[in-house]
């Protein structure tokens, strides 16, 4: 069995107890661990995460989540992580602590049979977006692709990493939780097949039998092709929805409240 799942954003100070709904997102994990070949995670598993050039002691609170992925690993279960736009910063400490595989990039692979495209979905733009979308929507786009742009510069990586974890940690936990606030305040539901960036993003995209997204907190299964399906996978704060696929390539969304 493989199991996708994405959005838990771990450590969140909009969550109320954050340490209940660890130890939820572990629960889970070493369920699925029981018959997995692999999980794969895809992004803001955390809220907010840096590796610093100095010991980080917050990094203690996710003790419980990285044991359980290293308990995986060294079972013999793949566990692929790929980053978010909450979680972009790992530099090898979290690998080498898990023996998780790190995507930073799309990955386009082979599962059961089946040929699999998946990300997180932050930046997966669709040309169409620029082109029918109203001055002020581009505007918006345009600000989000400069800010994505300067959270993945290298240079300002490295100049962020400096910082003492403290002082780093809460300017990033803050951040996140206003985002998280913001979304609970005025959320984006489906907008439907011919205004979903992610969906439009596929259609754009060679055909694949799966697209599989996290990023957009929705619960979504659709076929935009034939035998092609868009699947985005919901949260893992709220909805508590993932995806299995089993031995014959079949996928089924699932949830777990």
């Known amino acids: 069995m493989i199991y996708f799942l994405s959005d838990a954003h771990l450590g969140s100070r909009a969550i109320d107890n954050p340490a209940v709904h660890q130890t939820k997102v572990v629960e889970l994990l070493q369920r699925m661990g029981k018959d997995a070949t692999a999980i794969y995670l895809l992004g ?20 419980p989540f990285l044991n359980c992925l290293r308990g995986l690993t060294e079972k013999g279960v793949e566990v692929h992580y790929f980053t978010g736009n909450h979680d972009i910063w790992t530099f090898g400490w979290l690998e080498r602590k898990t023996g998780i595989t790190v995507h930073r990039e799309p990955l386009e692979t082979t599962l059961c ?42 240079i300002a990586q490295a100049c962020f990493r400096l910082l003492p974890p403290a002082a780093g940690n809460a300017f990033g936990y803050e951040w996140a939780r206003r985002s998280r606030m913001k979304e609970i305040a005025t959320p984006c539901p489906y907008k439907g097949e011919d205004k979903e960036e992610l969906v439009l993003f596929a259609k754009e995209m060679p055909p694949h039998d799966y697209f599989i997204f996290g990023h957009r907190h929705i619960e979504l299964d659709l076929m935009i092709r034939q035998g092609s399906r868009v699947i985005i996978l919901g949260d893992m704060f709220r909805q508590w929805t993932y995806a299995r696929m089993d031995e014959k390539g079949e996928l089924f969304i699932e949830s777990d409240i």
């Open 44 to 63: 803001d598993m955390f809220d907010f995460w840096y590796e610093y050039l100095w010991h980080d002691r917050s990094k203690a609170q996710y003790t």
């Open 113 to 154: 049979g089946k040929t699999v495209y998946m990300a997180h979905g932050d930046g997966l733009i669709p040309s169409s977006f620029m082109t029918t979308l109203p001055k002020e929507m581009h505007r918006k786009i345009q600000a989000f692709m400069r800010l994505r742009a300067f959270f993945h510069n290298p």
